[in-house]
């Protein structure tokens, strides 16, 4: 047996040309992995890359469609708020009549207004005028008392130093049909306070209703198919307004245990758009984009 491992060395290291091969073969292994390696490397930054200009993109349509969305109802609330009968009804009545006849006729007049501002328009899920002393015509014919926490008095401080329409919310619309969070209903309330043009007094304001699902539609039908994406859209306290997970809805997005984004991952987030994070064993690139529209 030690003969024949001499035997064996003598042929592969006794020359200095198989020396020369073996040292060839050992730099070329060595080239290989690092070529491999970098290759790897390259490729898994060159893909984060595309990713997050593609996320990017992606984010800036969907929030610029949602700030659209948004401004248009806008403009129907302004529309509404200068309508001269709109104006005199709530001037008239800074509490809402209680006469059979007089509620009726001003229900009909109402509607047909509104009808002719919104048309087809299925953003507005419903709409109600506020009386200034804080309670509801009930003209459109819809229940107010369906929406939880509905606060006159949010919107009457919403208003006090903003003429123009704002947003807020959201509120949750109380439904028979819903039997799980999943599947529970939320609304915005876009609000223009109805001003006398002439003396400027404040006489009411103009309340429209938008469904979550007009606005997180836009995010889920330009998500890429069978893609594992979720949205959050925040307010300026970081308390979730809107997501695709309805469970988190109005619960804070920092140190949440479900989403396990900490003040340091939000810190870089801010300051880089985007970080790559390894949360609970799965890839995530979360992306942040500013919007305007839901901003508080």
Known sequence: MKEMILFFKKIFFGSIRNKIFISFLCVYMVI?????TIIYYSSKASFTSSSINSS?????????NVNNKIDHIFDYAISASLNDYIIQTAKKYPKPPTDEITRYNINKNMNSILNSIIGINNSIT??????????????SGYDMNSIQDLDTDTIKTIHANNKGPCISGPYLYESKDILSTDEAEYVFIVSKPIIQLNSRKLC???IFFIKDSTI???????????SDSSFYILNSNHDILLSSNKGLMNSPFLNNNKLQVTNSDWDRLNRNGFIVTNKSDANSLPIVYSMTALND
């Open 216 to 226: 997180s539609s836009l995010f889920k039908d330009n998500m890429p198919p069978d």
């Open 126 to 139: 419903m709409w109600e005028i506020l009386a200034s002393d804080g309670t509801f015509f009930n003209a």
């Open 56 to 64: 990017r993109r992606e984010l800036a349509t969907i929030t610029n």
């Open 32 to 36: 290989i992995v690092t070529l491999f």
């Open 204 to 206: 009411g304001y103009i």
